[in-house]
């Protein structure tokens, strides 16, 4: 399967835990990105790598929210100190460029205890 | 306030009838792309609009970009139960050097034998 690929697919915790998802994007793309989806909504940004370059970050990323992507290839997004409104899709998405088409991985759902 | 708004939000049909979806924005979009949803996955990526005008054809779903480039349309010719998830809309802006996809929350389309 050469698509995007996401680890783990459902992760639940306690409040005030740390947790950590893998996105794998697809090989030749440059450009990866992380969404947050809540239900009823659609994906809302949080930040963009092009490359190892962490280019963009939303407002809607706290101080708690880090992410990385070390080598220009797989990400990681890391929460920390989780708290409840945390609970929601994370969506990792990658493209390489031209009309902006992001493809996505099967998502991480968060529930936070 | 949803920079991009698609209506309806809901839409409940049997299978065999015709619909449209809309999305309407006041923005102008570099290119504007058109996902399926389904629950607990990913949005899959269906088309790809960029030019004012255009119109788009995949089997029976046909998408539609504003002369103006604000809005499009997504017809489905007699939809079938296959055709039930959640169809988004996701526009490209300009920001900050990179291109932003902004997504809209979503039309859920349910389509019954």
């Known amino acids: 399967d050469t698509g995007v690929s996401q680890d783990p697919r459902h992760k639940i915790t306690k409040r005030g835990q740390n947790v950590t998802f893998r996105c794998d994007p697809i090989?030749?793309?440059?450009?990866l990105y992380w969404y947050r989806q809540t239900l009823g909504q659609g994906p809302e940004f949080l930040t963009y790598?092009?490359?190892?370059?962490?280019?963009?970050k939303s407002r809607l990323l706290s101080d708690r929210f880090s992410a990385e992507r070390p080598k220009g290839s797989f990400s990681t997004l890391e929460i920390q100190r989780t708290e409840q409104g945390d609970s929601a899709m994370y969506l990792c998405?990658?493209?390489?460029?031209?009309?902006?088409?992001?493809?996505f991985g099967p998502g991480t759902r968060l529930t936070v205890l | 306030t949803q920079l991009l708004e698609q209506s309806p939000q809901f839409l409940s049909i049997q299978e065999g009838e015709n619909l449209t979806v809309y999305c309407n924005s006041s923005?102008?979009?570099?290119?504007l792309q058109w996902y399926r949803q389904e629950p607990g996955e990913g949005p899959v990526l269906l088309v790809t609009?960029?030019?004012?005008?255009e119109v788009k054809k995949l089997k029976r779903l046909t998408f539609q970009f504003g002369d103006a480039r604000k809005d499009s349309s997504l017809h489905i010719t007699a939809a079938q139960p296959g055709d039930t998830g959640l169809y988004l809309c996701?526009?490209?802006?300009?920001?900050?050097?990179?291109?932003?996809?902004?997504f809209g929350a979503g039309t859920r389309l349910a389509v019954h034998p």
């Open positions: 996701a526009g490209t802006l300009r920001s900050g050097g990179y291109n932003k996809l902004i």
């Open positions: 609009v960029v030019t004012g005008g």
């Open positions: 998405a990658s493209s390489v460029g031209g009309y902006n088409e992001q493809f």
């Open positions: 790598f092009q490359n190892e370059a962490q280019l963009e």
């Open positions: 090989s030749e793309h440059n450009r």
């Open positions: 923005s102008v979009f570099s290119s």
